[in-house]
C-alpha cells in the first residue's frame, strides 16, 4: 500500500489522479478528509482510501501507516517543515515502511542562501541516516506559482518580481506528479535523487511577452529592489515574513546562480515535459 502525504496540495492531488488513472491502490492522508473525498470523487473511489492525518500527532500517523510500504511526502513550507518531516520519517521507519519518495528542492550554493532550501537539506540528511530506502525528488519552480501572478495581472496588467531578466526553471506540478507515480511504481528507477526541470527556461520579461501575446494587451513585468519586494509582499500581499523573505530569496538566487534545464523527466517518462506555452493557455487564456 502506498500512503500519500500532501494529497490536497498541488503535486499530491496530481498524483491521486495520475494512481487512479493507472488503477493503483494508495491510502490518501488530509487533516481534512471529507474534503479530500470531495476532491477524489467518484471516479477514485474503488482504488483510494481516504484516512485522518496530521503531522503534528504522532498517534494518527502511527495509525495511517499501518500496513503500508511506502510513503509519498509533500509537506506545505512552513517553519516547522524540519520537525514535521522528521517526525513522518522517523514514525514511517517505525512502522516498517520501506521506501519514502519525498519532495525537496535543488540544493543551492551557499552564495545565494534559501533558507527553505537548507530546511529540505536537513529533512533529506535525516532521511539518509533512517536507513530507509528512499528516493528524493528536487523540482525547481512550478509553473503553478504563475497563478499567484494572475490577480495584477488581472487588474493592472503587470506582476512583479526582483529576478530581472535571468532565465529560470519552471516544471508544470502534473509532471513532478507523474515522475512520483513512476518511482512508487517502479523500483528499477527508484532510491535516487532526482533534479527536475521543464525543457526550457524563461525570464519574467519573456513571459510577460507570452502572456501580452496570448491575451492580446500589453503585459508588464515590473522589477523592484529585493527589499522592496519584500516590504510589499509583507505590506500589501499580507504574506507571513518568513515565505515573503523565501519568494525574495529564491528570485535572488535565480540572478546569482544560472539555471538550465536537463532531461530527466523525459528520461523517466520516455515523453518531452509539459510546456510553458501550453500551461499559459490553459490557465491564463
Ligand atoms: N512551489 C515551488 O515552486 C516549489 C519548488 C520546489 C520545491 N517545492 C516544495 O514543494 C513542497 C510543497 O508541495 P506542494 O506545493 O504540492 O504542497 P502544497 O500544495 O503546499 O500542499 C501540501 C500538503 O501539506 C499538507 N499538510 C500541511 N500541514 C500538514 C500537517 N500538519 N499534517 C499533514 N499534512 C499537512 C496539506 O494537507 P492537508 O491540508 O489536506 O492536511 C497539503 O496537502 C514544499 O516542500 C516546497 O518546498 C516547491
New binding site residues.
Given amino acids: 500500500m502506498i500512503v500519500i ?10 498524483l491521486l489522479e495520475r494512481l487512479v488513472d493507472l488503477g493503483v491502490p494508495a491510502r490518501a ?4 478528509p471529507e ?2 473525498r470531495d476532491q477524489i470523487g467518484e471516479k477514485g473511489r474503488s482504488t483510494i482510501e481516504v484516512a485522518f ?5 504522532p498517534e494518527s500517523l502511527r495509525r495511517a501507516f499501518t500496513g503500508a510500504s511506502q510513503v509519498f511526502l ?5 517553519p ?2 524540519v520537525e ?2 522528521t517526525s ?1 520519517i522517523q514514525i514511517a521507519s517505525e512502522a516498517g515502511i520501506k521506501h519514502i519518495v519525498k ?4 540544493a543551492f550554493e551557499q552564495s545565494s542562501p534559501v533558507a ?2 537548507s ?2 537539506q536537513e529533512i533529506e540528511k535525516t532521511l539518509s541516516e533512517s536507513g530507509l530506502a528512499h528516493t528524493v525528488l ?5 509553473m ?2 504563475l497563478l499567484r501572478l494572475a490577480p495584477t495581472i488581472t487588474t493592472q496588467n503587470v506582476f512583479y518580481g526582483c529576478m530581472g531578466d535571468s532565465p529560470c526553471n519552471f ?1 508544470d ?1 502534473r509532471d ?1 506528479a507523474d515522475v512520483a507515480a513512476k518511482v512508487l511504481t517502479n523500483r528499477e528507477v527508484s532510491g535516487q535523487i532526482y533534479t527536475l526541470t521543464g525543457s526550457e527556461i524563461f525570464s519574467y520579461p519573456q513571459i510577460a511577452s507570452k502572456l501580452s501575446a496570448l491575451l492580446n494587451r500589453p503585459i508588464s513585468y515590473i522589477n523592484m529592489e529585493p527589499q522592496i519586494l519584500l516590504r510589499n509582499l509583507i505590506e500589501h500581499g499580507h504574506m507571513p515574513p518568513w515565505l515573503a523573505n523565501h519568494v525574495v530569496e ?1 528570485q535572488t538566487m535565480s540572478t546569482v546562480v544560472p539555471e538550465s534545464p536537463n532531461d530527466t523527466v523525459k528520461r523517466l517518462l520516455g515523453r518531452e515535459p509539459r510546456t510553458l506555452d501550453a500551461f499559459l493557455h490553459e490557465y491564463f487564456r
Fill in positions: 502525504m500532501g494529497a490536497t496540495g498541488t503535486i499530491g492531488s496530481a492522508l488530509s487533516r481534512e474534503k479530500l492525518a496530521d503531522a503534528s500527532d509533500a509537506m506545505t513550507n512552513s516547522r517543515q514535521l518531516e513522518i519532495i525537496s528542492s535543488p527553505v532550501a530546511w529540505h528536487r523540482p525547481y519552480a512550478f503553478q506559482n516544471i506540478c513532478i529564491i
